[in-house]
């Protein structure tokens, strides 16, 4: 066996530059990008060897750890999962800083691969700056607090384990049913010790996205419990856009006449003037979309965890009936309630599916109903982003009116991305779906922080097009650095603060819980002198090297985005947003479990745990 004697960070560099993917008969990097803030414990030895194969994998250098992890998460999902980020760190704070990006990538299903530097194994030196020592066990060191957040965690000890190690992270986040992030510790002494490897390892390798199949029984049964359907409904979930199955999700349903409803992350899996499409489907969704769940007899759910915020805690499925088939890659997402699973790539399955269907098809008067539906909800959608004179606060918009401007402005190409706070839920509501996909929200974490360094990560798999950021003033003040992180890259970014003043959108869950305002609106948290402190968004962008302006009106939004359109370099607009009218809110009819007291103080609160209540009585307990 021919060998090359390397050094572990070497061998390590070597090998994720080897590595390739073949996209649409093109063959690329699998690791596209390469996210890294360096430390004593990443610097001498990885960090140099990252500089030796920056040809084949560029390094951004970002200005924290949890941000640049994210953009490296928001890089492989607007690759759709087949190009890879990778963020490294130094041991310590470095590492830890990046759990809450592990935390997005797995609740998310979306492959991320992180490097942290570690202890070292001798010991000899210990401890070791940054290191927090553990009492009872000195083999645990902070990187074990990944453990629970990735999908597969290893320490390299010895030189010779990433012969085993690397294949098999690549595996799992290449996998569809096992796609998450990948954490890999490499201790300090460890990445400078020599080893005679096998040439063969760092052979190039080029990979190809699986598609599992279904079992034809499987298909042939799933078949019997359509075709006794008389009130079909798909729900279409994220795996849907991951699976690149878009267009098989528009002519399944074409063919055999079934509505379409989207979760948050299948969001832009149909176009919206296609009159099968019912709208989004749950909390954070349209009337019309829950109204056609509500009288579903059947369900065909594919390519989605069936969160919470798609089932409204269960309480959307009002037939009690109701029949449930998932297809999904995971059997830990198919069975889930009790459906009747399809193990297996969505397109496969949808293509063997409507095969066997053969001409069947749903009755049209339901099909009827989900366009009427539909219908009714975009000229409820009209209506909230063009909101009357006098219903919003003086000088103040809704977020509402800001998703319409962006929705009418935006271009083919143009990616939208938000994350938490009211952003994900207005933007979830009232986006039309004018291209399929270049949508972006994090709202299986929903991790306040995601938006500026998301929308980094996505500029960088995106550069020939727009990347708008919505971000509420919450999440700005969280997480900005990425800010300048693009300024300083030269990915250009647009960002549109909506600014409502603190955390208005749990402001109004605790008001519509029966408790007072406390700790969340910033008129409510001032100092003890009474005077209110805000934060000049502008100023503060403009700080960063970014181009910013405060509108004074919504009136002044679309020339304001021309001007972002044409700048050479990242681009802030903020917006006053109204945080307690009532127009100010999107809202639908929909159910959503959070926890209220059994034992109540007031009139007030006693009503709303009775309102709660009710709707729980609607809940379906796991089947």
Known sequence: MKTVRLTVAEAFANYLAAQKIEIDGKVEQLFGAAFAIFGHGNVTCFGQQLKNIEDKIPTWRGQNEQSMATAAIAYAKANQRRRIGIATSSIGPGATN??????????????????????????????????????????????????????????????????????????????????????????????????????????????????????????????????????????????????????????????????????????????????????????????????????????LAIGTRLQDFTTGSWSVFRNPDMKLVSINVAKFDAIKHMSYPVLGDAKACMTKLSGVLGDWRSAQAWADTAKAQADEWKAEVYRRTHPKKGELLPGTSSYAEVIGKLNTQMEKGDTVLTAAGGLPAELSMNWQNYQIGKFDIDFGFSCMGYEIAGGWGAKIANPDNDVVVLVGDGSYLIQNSDIYSSVLTGQKMILVVCDNGGFAVINKLQNNTGNESFNNLLEDCRRPDGELARVDFAKHAESQGAISEKLTSIDQFDAAFVRAKEADRTYVIVVDIDPVSPAAWSKCDCWWEVGLPEVTRNESTEQKVADWQEGKNLQRRGV
């Open 98 to 299: 990046m759990i809450t990006a592990a935390g997005i990538a797995h609740t998310n299903r979306l492959p991320l691969l992180l490097i942290s530097g570690d202890a070292y194994i001798s010991r000899l030196p210990d401890p070791v700056l940054q290191q927090p020592e553990n009492f009872h066990n000195p083999s645990i060191t902070c990187n074990d607090a990944f453990k629970p957040l990735t999908r597969y965690w290893d320490r390299i000890v010895s030189p010779a384990q990433i012969i085993q190690s690397l294949p098999h992270a690549l595996n799992t986040m290449l996998d569809p049913e096992t796609c998450g992030p990948v954490f890999i510790g490499l201790p300090q002494d460890v990445q400078g010790m020599a080893y005679d490897f096998p040439e063969a390892f760092f052979a190039d390798k080029v990979h190809r996205i699986r598609r599992p199949e279904p079992e034809m029984l499987v298909i042939e049964e799933a078949k019997e419990i359509l075709l006794n359907a008389e009130r079909p409904l798909i729900i279409s979930g994220g795996g849907v856009h991951y699976s690149l199955a878009t267009d098989e999700l528009a002519d399944f349903a074409a063919k055999h006449n079934i509505p379409v409803v989207e979760t948050i992350a299948g969001r832009a899996t149909m176009l919206q003037d296609n009159p099968l499409n019912a709208g989004p489907i749950g909390v954070t969704g349209s009337n019309s979309a829950n109204y056609m769940a509500a009288h579903a007899d059947v369900v």
